[in-house]
């Protein structure tokens, strides 16, 4: 495979043949442009004052008594016997204040930290989808194969810098000790950030060990190095569950990050406004934000925003809509007044990879990047409104990723990019094929596509008038046979097979 790590950023691309892949280097990007506000500072304001209202006076459902101890020592007025938590707007405002506005998310390989907030943008791999998808072998069924497999593509393309959840499913596998094979195999085919799924107290402290393993780190050091992230999702409206609650205080008692993210539909599981179910997004957020840092001051999050709308006709959620570009704007907005990194992501509805799914994850793109933000969850692969996760939408994600990060690159404007001496050299009616300006740069001087054909139509329809699913369908299957594991120390890898092992022994997640 093809490398291009040496490449200086902002200096374009090596020159690539048809057929070859070359990539951009690993640099999880910056973006040097001003954020996109789609609300008014009044308009901000108010979906503040009115989360604040709802948590006052209607509330949110806490449905742990642990989480009740927990508030009601910090002053939060809990009622015996209720599930029901209503906030004091000074108590959620002073919480949320103390969440830090960076950190760095740590992997066991050092050159793949990804630091996090500010203009920084991290990219993750599609995570969650139950259904696995190829036009060799059709959408099926999650499986162990498939998951690795995606692990592995994770692995080789350097614009996916976070391995976020299960790509898919691996249904195959039992599910009370699925979560050890998946960490496992995380931490052996890949050398990045990854993430556990906070499904219960068990599950998710295994996750935190196979992360300290992984990096050969003391518990110490996992105190103060962020390893592991996990994304809590709310049971919107307006609900907290109970192994949520448990993933919350296990991560935030060991300083390990949370992305809070509402999954609030409008028409469906919040208002069919906008407007409304950003109330309801910021209200769930807040306090659960507020929850992590009660827990443990200081605890790294992310404000996650995932409102769209669902198809008033069939009822089916709809991504990468206008109204899901707007509230991923407008959650951006958010999370800057409350200096908290900001989770979006790279969604779409289409059941197939086709023209459907790339316009809309270039809407979610846009948005996400123009709202600045810091996590993009999904990145690379999600299909189907997150049902399936697609071999081929994976390739044509990093595409369109990759366009993005080199978008982000500054213009370069100096004597020798002004280029007057090779115009003088040229002159009217001339061109700069030959020119000395040219040959010096034509090998770096613009992006060069990974999937992309450029191609005349004559030369195309030669070669077989292949199409952007087809190509992207050849490149995953001659990625994945040249794939390599990154190095991983003997010693690291006996006690993460000691450790899982022991612990499928113990029963996994049924252990008491």
């Known amino acids: 495979m093809e490398r291009s790590s040496s490449r200086r950023r902002g200096s374009g691309r090596e020159r690539r043949s048809i057929g070859a892949f070359s990539q951009m280097p690993w640099a999880p990007p910056s973006n040097p442009y001003a954020p996109l506000e789609v609300l008014s500072a009044d308009q901000l304001e108010a979906i503040h004052l009115a989360s604040l209202e709802v948590l006052e006076k209607i509330g949110m459902d806490f449905l742990h008594d642990e989480a009740h101890e927990i508030l009601r020592g910090a002053g939060v007025e809990v009622t015996p016997g209720s599930n029901r938590i209503r906030f004091d707007r000074g108590f959620i405002e002073e919480a949320v204040a103390k969440a830090p506005a960076e950190f760095v998310l740590h992997a066991r390989n050092p050159a793949h930290h990804v630091p996090v907030g500010g203009n920084r943008m991290a990219i993750c791999s599609v995570g969650s989808a139950p259904n696995v998808s190829d036009i060799e072998g059709g959408r099926r069924d999650g499986n162990n194969k498939d998951y690795e497999d995606l692990l592995r593509l994770t692995q080789i393309f350097n614009c996916v810098h976070v391995l976020a959840g299960y790509p898919v499913e691996p249904v195959d596998l039992p599910p009370e000790t699925r979560h050890l094979d998946c960490l496992r195999s995380a931490a052996v085919l890949t050398d990045k950030h990854f993430h556990a799924y906070s499904l219960g107290r068990t599950r998710i402290l295994d996750g935190i060990?196979?992360?300290?393993?992984?990096?050969?780190?003391?518990?110490?050091?996992?105190?103060?190095?962020?390893?592991?992230?996990?994304?809590?999702?709310?049971?919107?409206?307006?609900?907290?569950?109970?192994?949520?609650?448990?993933?919350?205080?296990?991560?935030?008692?060991?300083?390990?990050?949370?992305?809070?993210?509402?999954?609030?539909?409008?028409?469906?599981?919040?208002?069919?406004?906008?407007?409304?179910?950003?109330?309801?997004?910021?209200?769930?957020?807040?306090?659960?934000?507020?929850?992590?840092?009660?827990?443990?001051?200081?605890?790294?999050?992310?404000?996650?925003?995932?409102?769209?709308?669902?198809?008033?006709?069939?009822?089916?959620?709809?991504?990468?809509?206008?109204?899901?570009?707007?509230?991923?704007?407008?959650?951006?907005?958010?999370?800057?007044?409350?200096?908290?990194?900001?989770?979006?992501?790279?969604?779409?509805?289409?059941?197939?990879?086709?023209?459907?799914?790339?316009?809309?994850?270039?809407?979610?793109?846009?948005?996400?990047?123009?709202?600045?933000?810091?996590?993009?969850?999904?990145?690379?692969?999600?299909?189907?409104?997150?049902?399936?996760?697609?071999?081929?939408?994976?390739?044509?994600?990093?595409?369109?990723?990759?366009?993005?990060?080199?978008?982000?690159?500054?213009?370069?404007?100096?004597?020798?990019?002004?280029?007057?001496?090779?115009?003088?050299?040229?002159?009217?009616?001339?061109?700069?094929?030959?020119?000395?300006?040219?040959?010096?740069?034509?090998?770096?001087?613009?992006?060069?596509?990974?999937?992309?054909?450029?191609?005349?139509?004559?030369?195309?329809?030669?070669?077989?008038?292949?199409?952007?699913?087809?190509?992207?369908?050849?490149?995953?299957?001659?990625?994945?046979?040249?794939?390599?594991?990154?190095?991983?120390?003997?010693?690291?890898?006996?006690?993460?097979?000691?450790?899982?092992?022991?612990?499928?022994?113990?029963?996994?997640?049924?252990?008491?």
């Open 209 to 512: 060990e196979i992360a300290r393993i992984a990096r050969g780190i003391s518990e110490e050091q996992l105190l103060r190095e962020p390893s592991l992230f996990s994304v809590v999702n709310t049971s919107s409206p307006l609900r907290l569950d109970t192994p949520m609650i448990e993933g919350c205080i296990e991560m935030a008692r060991r300083n390990q990050p949370i992305a809070v993210t509402p999954f609030t539909l409008s028409g469906a599981m919040a208002p069919a406004t906008i407007a409304g179910a950003l109330v309801q997004q910021n209200a769930e957020a807040l306090a659960t934000i507020a929850f992590l840092q009660t827990v443990s001051p200081g605890t790294p999050c992310f404000y996650g925003g995932f409102t769209s709308n669902v198809d008033m006709k069939s009822g089916a959620p709809a991504f990468g809509t206008p109204e899901y570009a707007k509230a991923a704007l407008a959650g951006g907005q958010l999370a800057r007044r409350y200096r908290i990194p900001y989770r979006s992501s790279n969604v779409n509805a289409s059941n197939c990879v086709d023209a459907q799914a790339a316009y809309e994850s270039e809407m979610s793109i846009w948005a996400a990047s123009l709202g600045h933000v810091n996590l993009m969850m999904h990145g690379a692969g999600w299909l189907e409104g997150g049902l399936t996760a697609s071999f081929e939408k994976f390739v044509l994600d990093c595409e369109l990723l990759q366009m993005m990060e080199s978008f982000f690159e500054p213009i370069v404007v100096d004597e020798d990019s002004l280029a007057f001496a090779a115009m003088a050299d040229v002159g009217p009616g001339g061109h700069f094929f030959g020119t000395q300006h040219t040959l010096d740069r034509y090998e770096t001087a613009f992006y060069a596509p990974v999937l992309s054909d450029w191609r005349n139509f004559e030369s195309w329809e030669e070669a077989g008038s292949e199409d952007a699913t087809l190509r992207a369908h050849k490149l995953y299957k001659r990625l994945l046979a040249e794939y390599e594991p990154p190095p991983l120390d003997p010693a690291i890898k006996e006690e993460l097979d000691a450790f899982v092992e022991r612990r499928r022994r113990e029963g996994g997640a049924l252990a008491a």
